[in-house]
């Protein structure tokens, strides 16, 4: 019989070569670990990969029991609410009553819109909504050292940076030495992980919480008569949301959050080597802007006027967050997992990561995942009315926009509930904008990245060339299968003399090269593939 709040669906039989998954995600950011040990199954894994035992870059033994910096696998919410403490965060230094952390809501609401893997990186425990007495300056210091730690203080920490080596501050990571590997840095070793997702940023870069406006209370029950009898039955009161205010930005909070998401976007291009995560899409919610830095209902209007570091440069342009690489999800959603949170709110980037991964586990990575319902959603914050929607924004160096869904993954609410109306990238080029051709992107460069490391030490020459072309030719018939390209000829696929260099062919390097059509509105995109390295252009 059917259960209120339970869906059931079926995972895509596994396919035979190259994946095209696209669907994993990793979170990163502070959570709190539930007491106990840890499984075996997840202290064998960790081992496994080097992260626990007497490996070169294994974490200590104190850091391992507590999950700390040691990435985690779950496929499903039961799973990670076994081992973290979702709940476990506090409104104020000797306040007890529990209060849903940002990562937990994130994976949560993940979860519940049809996302089937996730990886867990914990970076320490979240820190209080807020700290009576504490000044604005306390307040964004203590967070700041959440982003970015310096070196000298790494040893004594009970956590580890989420972005680090950001503004400068902190043991660099560098792809080829897994020891620098913190945070949202965990991304270079973990293959299959296509969704990026750091749900604390908008807070960590945000002043004290003011307190939250009185919403209108709902109105009373009719009365009616009743008998008389126990209240055990009664359904349990629904908590009551904090006093205080999700997180809102300033103009300065804009830019460092502007700032540290163009960080993460560079961890994954490999500083220091050529191993590589540019095939990955980092999901943020787009935060909304504090009293006097913007119009909250015109938020491409906000980020066009930020400038990161005050030299003229929009937030919007390509140097910063104009990439195909991120999509930024808006605007902020009630839930039934955020009803203690402040505001009863949060942010929508575990909604729109599991409305992708459910699109992409049933429709394949090419499709828009535009059209999804979203699951379990009361309202948000601020609601988007037409208006708001069709307004656009004029070309200019951070690129225009026809309307908000143009350059925004956003939720409205509709006459038949709530749904995901736009995924898009932020890209500043037109034709980088669509979620699905982006994530197709990804798709081929994982593939032949796996195809490199696998034939790493094979000497380049006629027979790795022809068993380059017939991976990458197996991979792109089957998208082409599911519909992922249009046209005549739909996609073609070249690796020999003609797509190397003498330098090339005197190094060893095999480069490839792939192009198609995509069934999305996109004339024509080229990846041009190396063992290791990989890079479009789109035409």
Do not use: N
């Amino acid at each position: 019989m059917p259960r209120p709040g339970v869906f059931f669906s079926s995972l895509p039989a596994p396919s035979q070569g190259l994946s095209t998954r696209a669907d994993v995600a990793l979170f990163a950011g502070l959570l709190r670990r539930r007491e106990g040990p840890a499984p075996e199954p997840v202290l064998a894994a960790l081992e496994a990969a080097g992260w626990a035992g007497a490996g070169p870059f294994a974490r200590d033994p104190a850091a391992v029991a507590a999950l700390l910096d040691c990435p985690v696998a779950v496929e499903s919410w039961d799973a990670f609410d076994r081992l973290f403490d979702w709940r476990g965060r506090t409104p104020a230094p000797g306040d007890a009553r529990p209060v849903p952390s940002p990562m937990g809501l994130a994976v949560r609401s993940f979860f519940a819109q049809g996302g089937r893997k996730a990886w867990i990186l914990r970076t320490g425990d979240p820190l209080p909504v807020a700290a009576p007495g504490e000044d604005a300056a306390a307040h964004r210091a203590a967070r700041a050292l959440r982003l970015s730690l310096p070196a000298a203080a790494e040893a004594g920490a009970d956590f580890v940076p989420l972005l680090p080596g950001f503004e400068g501050i902190g043991t660099p990571v560098s792809a080829q030495d897994p020891a620098t590997w913190r945070g949202a840095a965990h991304l270079l070793g973990i293959d299959e992980a296509a969704l990026l997702l750091l749900p604390d940023l908008p807070e960590l870069c945000a002043g004290p919480p003011a307190p939250a406006p009185i919403l209108p209370g709902p109105p009373p029950p009719p009365e009616v008569f009743r008998p008389c009898g126990p209240l055990a039955s009664e359904a349990a009161a629904t908590p009551a949301p904090l006093a205080l205010e999700a997180p809102r930005l300033d103009a300065e909070g804009f830019a460092m959050w502007a700032r540290a998401l163009r960080h993460a976007l560079a961890l994954a291009e490999a500083p220091g080597g050529a191993h590589h995560r540019r095939d990955a899409i980092l999901v943020a919610s787009l935060p909304r802007p504090a009293p006097g830095a913007g119009d909250p209902l015109a938020p491409l209007d906000v980020l066009a006027d930020i400038e990161p570091i005050g030299d003229g440069t929009s937030a919007l342009s390509e140097r910063w967050l104009g990439s195909r690489r991120l999509q930024l999800a808006y605007p902020w959603i009630a839930t039934p997992g955020a009803a203690s949170a402040p505001e009863a709110l949060e942010g929508a980037e575990g909604v729109a990561a599991g409305l992708i991964a459910q699109s992409a586990l049933a429709l394949g990575a090419h499709r828009s995942a535009a059209g999804r319902e979203v699951r379990r959603a009361s309202r948000l914050s601020p609601e988007l009315g037409s208006g708001e929607l069709t307004r656009g924004l004029s070309p200019g160096p951070g690129g225009g926009a026809d309307w908000a869904g143009d350059r925004l993954t956003l939720v409205t609410r509709g006459s038949s509930g709530f749904r995901l109306v736009s995924d898009a990238t932020a890209a500043v080029a037109r034709e980088g904008r669509a979620g699905g051709v982006s994530r197709l992107i990804g798709v081929i460069e994982r593939a032949a990245r796996d195809l490199g490391q696998d034939h790493l030490f094979e000497p380049s020459g006629e027979a790795l060339w022809a068993e380059t072309r017939a991976a990458l030719t197996a991979l792109m018939e089957r998208l082409r299968e599911a519909g992922a390209f249009a046209g005549a000829p739909a996609y073609t696929v070249r690796c020999g003399r003609e797509t190397m260099s003498r330098a090339d062919l005197d190094a060893g390097r095999v480069i490839a090269e792939v192009s198609f059509r995509a069934a999305q509105p996109i004339a024509q995109v080229r990846v041009t593939l190396a063992l290791g390295r990989a890079r479009e252009a789109q035409g």
